[in-house]
Structures are given as C-alpha cells and as structure tokens.
C-alpha cells in the first residue's frame, strides 16, 4: 500500500529553520516525482516545488526560492524539505504529495502526507 | 501564474440533489494537442489532506463514486455531484498542473441545506 508517512508538528521562533521529512512506502521510490505543498489555517494549498528522488533535481516556486531546500535519502526512501528564515507566515501545514504517473512531471497529485503542523511564533 | 477562481465560495444542497461548482482558470489548461486539460478536483475534509477525485479534466479517480463528475476545457470547468449525500460536505478544490506554479482555487466549501 502505498503511504506517506511525515514528521510530527514544530513550533520555531521568527527567523529560525525547520526541517520536515516525508517517508514514502509501497512503491519504487525513484520513479515518481515529489512535491511540497503548503496550506495555512483557512486557505487553499500553496505549491512549493518538487523533487525527482531517482536524480534529486529539484524545482522551486519562484515564492519560496533561496530559502527552501528539498533533499532526498534513497537508501531511507526519504524526502526532506528545509525552510530557513521562518516568519509568522509560515504557519502552516505543510504535506508532501506524490505526482501520480511515474516519471512524468505534469500530473495530479494522488498520494499525500497527513500533514505537518508548523507554527512560528515568538 | 495561472489564477484559479472557483464559484460560488460556499453552497448548500439539499440530500440526494444536486451541487454544480465551476472553475475558471486565468489561462487555457489545454495541452498542446488540444486533447487533454491539465485540471484537477481535490475533496477536502476538516484534518485531513486534499483527495484526488478527478484528473484530466473529467477522469475519475478509481475508487471515486460515480456520483462525482467533472467537465469542461480550455479555461472553464465544472464539479457536479449528481445526488448529495451526507459524506460529500467538505471543501472541493480545482487545480491546474499545466506548468509551475500549480495552483488552486480558493476552494467551495459544501453543506447540507
């Protein structure tokens, strides 16, 4: 079966980093594409970027560029996303999901995390 | 960026009637052969993560009762949920995945009348 497991929920103050991990299970880990999506309290799902585990090529939203890194263990079948400079803004829920079509970039998403809690509050 | 704009932000329907949500996209989701749309509907219930429902504009998800439907193309896109029941109220959502960034619509919140 096919499952994401993720970290559990941080709290951090302004300006510090976080870093969440996604474990995925059930299937060939290197084939499909991963991305990051983040939604706050209320709001609709805002996209990150993504990561290739089989290569680690990553994209980022032009929102979130220079200060998220998205990395990958595939010995762990782990993908990792670090977002540095946190602002209040940042609290969110942050999941991350799987494109559905192996080895394709555009696809909808089929499989996702159960979310991490990340609240930045002084 | 492609902006999403769903209609209307909330509705309420009657059980076993039914429940029509639009889509709008900023620009046309077509692919370049003109034959498949880059829109997606996602179901979302209180804590818990979006559910893919529907793919290419109007492929239902395996698993997805056939109650559930989605048409459209190009820019404008509609959700129908033939007969309502109890455990469709949540949030829907559209979404492009045309080209980065994907995005959403601000989402239609369902509810029973």
């Known amino acids: 079966q096919v499952h994401f497991v993720q970290s559990g929920a941080e709290v951090k103050k302004p300006g510090a980093s976080v870093k969440v991990s996604c474990k995925a299970s059930g299937y060939t880990f290197t084939s499909y594409n991963i991305h990051w999506l983040r939604q706050a309290p209320g709001q609709r799902p805002e996209w990150m970027g993504r990561i290739s585990p089989g290569n680690g090529n990553t994209i980022y939203s032009q929102k979130f560029q220079g200060r998220v890194t998205f990395t990958r263990d595939t010995s762990a079948t782990t993908v990792y996303m670090e977002l540095n400079s946190l602002r209040s803004e940042d609290t969110a829920e942050y999941y991350c999901?799987?494109?559905?079509?192996?080895?394709?970039?555009?696809?909808?998403?089929?499989?996702w995390g159960q979310g991490t809690m990340v609240t930045v509050s002084s | 960026d492609i902006v999403m704009t769903q209609s209307p932000d909330s509705l309420a329907v009657s059980l076993g009637e039914r429940a029509t949500i639009n889509c709008k996209s900023s620009q046309s989701v077509l692919d370049r052969s003109g034959s498949k749309n880059y829109l997606a509907w996602y179901q979302q219930k209180p804590g818990q993560p979006p559910k893919l429902l529907v793919s290419w504009a109007s492929t239902r998800e395996s698993g997805v009762p056939d109650r559930f439907s989605g048409s459209g193309s190009a820019t404008d896109f509609t959700l129908t949920i033939s007969s309502l029941q109890a455990e469709d109220v949540a949030v829907y959502y559209c979404?492009?995945?045309?080209?980065?960034?994907?995005?959403f619509g601000q989402g239609t919140k369902v509810e029973i009348k």
């Open positions: 979404q492009h995945y045309s080209a980065p960034p994907w995005t």
């Open positions: 999901a799987r494109i559905r079509t192996p080895s394709v970039l555009n696809d909808a998403f089929d499989i």
